[in-house]
């Protein structure tokens, strides 16, 4: 693969950014900038000054795929002739745990109506989340509210597999609710076999019921991983 395409996909990895139009947002820069770099075959040095500020990515990882992905962290700089000592071996950056992608948040509010088509979310900011956690389908929320508590706690992150919509009784979904926008809940079969239950964990929230039909509508997927602070 040229050079350009190997850097470029390493790029949009670890910006989560799926098309031109998304990384030249990313950039700061026009469409047409990325064109003219692929059709250069040569990323402009601009490029990694701009990810290293905006993300702290390492570029000699975007370059070549060694060393760390991130030269800057919450916890300050990792400059590369850190003390042999001190260092982590290169084997573990091919770890899924060890490699990062950025992911958009989105909140939970929303006007949503059964009688309209399904809301926009809004963006709320980005995340660094390991590929561990990553796949097809991935969608992260920030938690609103205590009625998951206290399992879920206001502010957390969570992840919805919105590919995974098979109802599976004790399990906990995003779903979907008129006045209140998107909110977790676990899905139960009820006694009857003929509709759901909506339970939440804090016994401050009653229990609600649900046609199959209308969990099918309000239903977005199954929540996956939860990332928060105790």
Same mark, same amino acid.
């Given at each position: 693969?040229?050079?350009?395409?190997?850097?470029?996909?390493?790029?949009?990895?670890?910006?989560?950014?799926?098309?031109?139009?998304?990384?030249?947002?990313?950039?700061?820069?026009?469409?047409?900038?990325?064109?003219?770099?692929?059709?250069?075959?040569?990323?402009?040095?601009?490029?990694?000054?701009?990810?290293?500020?905006?993300?702290?990515?390492?570029?000699?990882?975007?370059?070549?795929?060694?060393?760390?992905?991130?030269?800057?962290?919450?916890?300050?700089?990792?400059?590369?002739?850190? @003390?042999?000592?001190?260092?982590?071996?290169?084997?573990?950056?091919?770890?899924?745990?060890?490699?990062?992608?950025?992911?958009?948040?989105?909140?939970?509010?929303?006007?949503?109506?059964?009688?309209?088509?399904?809301?926009?979310?809004? @963006?709320?900011?980005?995340?660094?989340?390991?590929?561990?956690?990553?796949?097809?389908?991935?969608?992260?929320?920030?938690?609103?509210?205590?009625?998951?508590?206290?399992?879920?706690? @206001?502010?957390?992150?969570?992840?919805?597999?919105?590919?995974?919509?098979?109802?599976?009784?004790?399990?906990?979904?995003?779903?979907?609710? @008129?006045?209140?926008?998107?909110?977790?809940?676990?899905?139960?079969?009820?006694?009857?076999?003929?509709?759901?239950?909506?339970?939440?964990?804090?016994?401050?929230?009653?229990?609600?019921?649900?046609?199959?039909?209308?969990?099918?509508?309000?239903?977005?997927?199954?929540?996956?991983?939860?990332?928060?602070?105790?």
């Amino acid at each position: 693969m040229p050079a350009f395409a190997e850097i470029y996909e390493r790029i949009k990895l670890a910006t989560s950014s799926r098309t031109q139009v998304e990384l030249a947002e990313v950039l700061d820069i026009r469409q047409s900038s990325i064109s003219d770099a692929k059709r250069r075959n040569s990323v402009p040095g601009d490029w990694y000054m701009k990810l290293f500020e905006k993300f702290g990515l390492n570029p000699d990882w975007l370059k070549q795929g060694v060393g760390p992905m991130y030269l800057r962290t919450e916890h300050g700089y990792m400059p590369q002739d850190a @003390p042999a000592a001190l260092a982590e071996s290169a084997a573990h950056y091919g770890d899924a745990l060890a490699k990062h992608s950025v992911s958009t948040i989105f909140d939970m509010q929303c006007a949503y109506n059964d009688k309209a088509s399904r809301p926009e979310l809004t @963006p709320v900011g980005k995340i660094a989340l390991p590929l561990s956690l990553g796949r097809e389908g991935l969608l992260v929320l920030r938690m609103r509210g205590a009625n998951m508590s206290p399992l879920i706690l @206001p502010g957390a992150h969570l992840g919805v597999d919105t590919l995974d919509n098979t109802v599976v009784s004790g399990q906990i979904y995003a779903i979907f609710a @008129p006045n209140e926008g998107l909110m977790l809940r676990r899905v139960f079969l009820n006694s009857a076999q003929d509709g759901y239950l909506l339970r939440s964990e804090s016994p401050d929230f009653p229990e609600t019921a649900l046609t199959p039909e209308l969990l099918a509508k309000r239903l977005l997927g199954r929540v996956v991983w939860i990332l928060q602070e105790l």
